[in-house]
């Protein structure tokens, strides 16, 4: 019996037309995850809407490298699942009632890394451009995680992504691969940039 690969991803929402999103300030969000003071954790965020009214408002619309984005619909669905890692926040979404939309918080730095195989963050932004996780270091039980060195981006793990992708639908989702144990797997060239 062969084991099922461990794999890492990066979520955005799709770039493609008659697809709106939103820009959330995240400023707040960055000084906690950068600081790690529980004094400076938000207790929500604002956003505004990227796109014409007549686009299709989507169930994972913010690109944000820390600030993953999802609608209450699928938040509620996976409330539960995502809890041990992380925690939720209203979403303040300009002409949009507050809890239509809710920032999932990655709440762990964890120390999985490999550093002779992971790129070293690159200054001013911090972005980790290559990043091989040590397999028995992954935080499996969290949907989400950050790392040291790069505290504001937020990595998913596969079992969470696919159960995204059941939610919300492949289409509606862009996954760039960033490290897996299949050797097979082509991480993505650039998963935490635009």
């Excluded at 979520?11 to 300030?25: A, M, Q, T, Y």
């Excluded at 040590?134 to 159960?163: C, D």
Aim: with cysteine.
């Amino acid at each position: 019996m062969t084991a099922t690969p461990l794999s890492v991803y990066r979520i955005l929402p799709p770039f493609k037309e008659g697809l709106r999103s939103i820009l959330v300030d995240d400023w707040p969000l960055i000084r906690w995850q950068t600081h790690g003071d529980p004094a400076e954790m938000p207790t929500r965020v604002t956003a505004e809407w990227q796109g014409p009214p007549n686009f299709r408002e989507i169930d994972y619309p913010s690109s944000s490298l820390g600030a993953p984005v999802l609608s209450r619909r699928v938040a509620d669905k996976v409330r539960d699942r995502f809890s041990p890692g992380g925690s939720f926040l209203p979403v303040s979404v300009s002409g949009e009632p507050e809890g239509k939309y809710e920032l999932y918080v990655a709440e762990h730095v964890v120390d999985c890394l490999d550093p002779d195989r992971s790129s070293a963050p690159l200054q001013p932004t911090l972005v980790i451009e290559k990043a091989v996780f040590l397999p028995e270091r992954l935080p499996l039980e969290y949907a989400a995680f950050r790392v040291p060195g790069f505290p504001r981006g937020v990595y998913w793990n596969g079992w969470a992504v696919e159960l995204l992708c059941e939610l919300i639908g492949r289409d509606d989702l862009e996954l760039r691969l960033v490290w897996s144990t299949d050797p097979d797997a082509v991480p993505h060239r650039n998963p935490m940039g635009f």
